[in-house]
C-alpha cells in the first residue's frame, strides 16, 4: 500500500516578490541548489510556461540520486504555482509567494502532496519515514538557503510539518 505525505514548508525571505519569482520562472537556470539539477524536456503549448516539464534530479541525504519529472500545471504570476510530479514520488507541489506587510520581504510556502512509487523506499517507508521527513526538509531548506545566497538575502521564520497518510 502507497503511503502519501504531505510537505509543508515556510520561510521568510528577505527580497522582493518580484525577484523570488524570477527564479522560480526559469527554473532551468538554478544553479545554485546544492545536489539539485532541472533540465527542461519538453516545451509546453500553454500560456506562461504552462505545460512545461523539467527533470529535476536530485541527491538526498540518504545519498539516493532520484530523478523526478515535474510539469507545470498552474501559474498565477506572482503569486503562486503547481507542478504535477512523476516518478518514484507522484503528486503534486504547490509554492505560495505573498508580500510581506513592508513589500521588502517575501513569505514563501511550498505544500508538497506525493506518494512514494520507488519500489525500495515504499518498502522501507515503515522504518524510515522520520529519515524521509528531515532528508525532504534539508534538501528543500538547502534551495531555498541557496535562492537567498543568489539574491544576497537572508532567510527566516523556518517551519516544516509534515503529515503522513493512506
Known amino acids: ?11 521568510k525571505i528577505s527580497t522582493p516578490r518580484e525577484q523570488l519569482w524570477e527564479l522560480a520562472d526559469h527554473i532551468e537556470d538554478i544553479e545554485f541548489w546544492d545536489n539539485v539539477d532541472f533540465e527542461k524536456i519538453e ?6 510556461g504552462i505545460g512545461d516539464v523539467f527533470r529535476c534530479t536530485f541527491k538526498t ?3 539516493l540520486r ?19 510530479v512523476e516518478g518514484p514520488l ?4 504547490t ?13 514563501l510556502r511550498c505544500e508538497w502532496k506525493v506518494r512514494i512509487d520507488h519500489r525500495m523506499l515504499r518498502a522501507a517507508n515503515r522504518f524510515m519515514r522520520p529519515v524521509y521527513i528531515w ?4 534538501v528543500m531548506d538547502e534551495g531555498v538557503y541557496g535562492v537567498a545566497r543568489q539574491l544576497n538575502a537572508e532567510v527566516t521564520d523556518t517551519h516544516h510539518e509534515t503529515t503522513i497518510y493512506r
Open 95 to 107: 509554492c505560495f509567494m505573498s508580500k510581506s506587510g513592508d513589500g521588502r520581504s517575501t513569505h
Open 66 to 84: 532520484l530523478s523526478i519529472l515535474l510539469k507545470v500545471t498552474d501559474k498565477q504570476k506572482p503569486d503562486q504555482f503547481t507542478l504535477e
Open 61 to 63: 541525504k540518504m545519498l
Open 90 to 93: 507522484s503528486g503534486t507541489g
Open 135 to 138: 532528508s525532504h526538509d534539508k
Open 43 to 48: 516545451q509546453g503549448s500553454g500560456p506562461e
Open 1 to 11: 500500500m502507497a503511503h502519501h505525505y504531505l510537505f509543508v514548508s515556510s520561510w
